[in-house]
């Protein structure tokens, strides 16, 4: 197989769904092209890891019976100073009782991520780990070559880890939780406010702005971010890429985060994205990017319009104003200057927010959330 097999063909391959001959053909060009095969392996890794995804982890255990037993012991106590419950009425009493073991339950959940064994056995600091319990900030998690396990990410989502990974939880609460992943796979499933879920690699940090993804890191800390609901911003320093549904970033630990694609993606335009990338294509690889750019490719343009300047930028905003017209009232001086405004509003009418989730793509809730748009600076 000469050219890069197209998505269809890389998502009958993760799943197992291709004929023999078909299956030959893709391994041959995984076997010489990293891209393809770091794209392959986070979808092998998204579907194993929603497969091993659970409707719900049950706490420890469940708070109501002592809650109560201490509501009805401090009712029945007899004589002065035996028990504040007594001088108090019974309804006041049960919402101090109650407020005190959601203050108890809150911090108990902020020492850390509980976590469920999907399979095999994973060790903790380097010593067997029991196949549930709580992943403390700064200790190490590791999965075997057969192993994969989940957490619970507070009361904000869920999180797998798939086989081959290391991983710890840098901080757990307090209005951020944060996940350092040295290499392997992980999956997560985020409904809450923005920038409340961050997962640190060697070569970017993703940060969630509501949304769902699979993320892979291999032994050298490169790998590839798949978005499949909502939006991730990726940054290393200053530089800073936007991913939203259904787009591709690749990471480097040389040059931090890649320019964002979308599925299905025309292959030319994804070599002279990499060499752009890389600072080997210059000037004639944006011009491949942008002879080779469809309407659907306008989510690469949009960030390369905010990783280019002067001359270059011109030649990509006029480029994309061909392929996704700006709304009305976003000028061309607004864009060039990278308004915040005038980039969200760009932003909006190229990947509108979407409430519709495909089935396991995000925890199910009374209430499902609007998934909320990058904002440009932020």
Request: hydrophobic share 45%.
């Amino acid at each position: 197989m000469s050219t890069h097999p197209d998505e269809a063909r890389l998502n009958g391959y993760a799943d197992g769904s291709l004929d023999a001959a078909a299956r030959v053909a893709v391994e041959a060009h995984l076997a010489s092209c990293a891209a393809c095969r770091a794209e392959a392996a986070a979808l092998a890794a998204l579907l194993g890891a929603a497969r091993a995804l659970p409707r719900s982890i049950a706490p420890d255990r469940d708070l109501w019976g002592g809650i109560e037993a201490r509501i009805t012991a401090g009712s029945q106590e007899r004589g002065a100073g035996r028990s504040v419950m007594r001088w108090l009425p019974l309804p006041l009493a049960a919402l101090l009782v109650l407020g005190l073991g959601m203050i108890w339950w809150t911090a108990r959940r902020s020492m850390g991520w509980e976590y469920s064994v999907a399979r095999g056995r994973v060790t903790v600091d380097g010593a067997p780990a029991p196949s549930s319990g709580r992943l403390r900030p700064g200790r190490w998690i590791e999965t075997g070559a057969g192993d994969s396990v989940r957490f619970r990410v507070g009361d904000i989502g869920m999180v797998a880890l798939s086989p081959g990974s290391r991983a710890r939880v840098v901080s757990a609460g307090g209005g951020e939780h944060r996940l350092m992943l040295a290499r392997g796979a992980v999956y997560a499933e985020i409904t809450a406010a923005p920038r409340r879920f961050v997962v640190e690699t060697p070569a970017a940090v993703a940060t969630d702005l509501g949304c769902a993804y699979a993320l892979t890191v291999d032994s050298l800390g490169a790998g590839l971010l798949h978005v499949t609901a909502g939006w991730v911003e990726l940054a290393r320093d200053s530089d800073l890429v936007t991913v939203p549904y259904d787009a591709y970033a690749p990471i480097d630990p040389r040059r931090g985060p890649g320019t964002p694609y979308v599925a299905g993606a025309p292959p030319v335009l994804r070599d002279a994205l990499a060499a752009f990338d890389a600072g080997t294509g210059g000037e004639a690889a944006l011009g491949e990017v942008l002879a080779a750019a469809r309407p659907e490719d306008a989510v690469s343009l949009m960030n390369l319009l905010t990783r280019t300047a002067g001359a270059t930028r011109v030649a990509v905003y006029e480029r994309l104003v061909v392929l996704a017209p700006p709304p009305a009232g976003v000028e061309r001086a607004a864009a060039l200057a990278l308004d915040t405004r005038a980039v969200n509003r760009w932003w909006d009418a190229i990947r509108p927010p979407r409430l519709e989730r495909d089935a396991g793509a995000l925890i199910k809730k009374k209430k499902r959330m609007r998934l909320i748009p990058p904002r440009a600076g932020s």
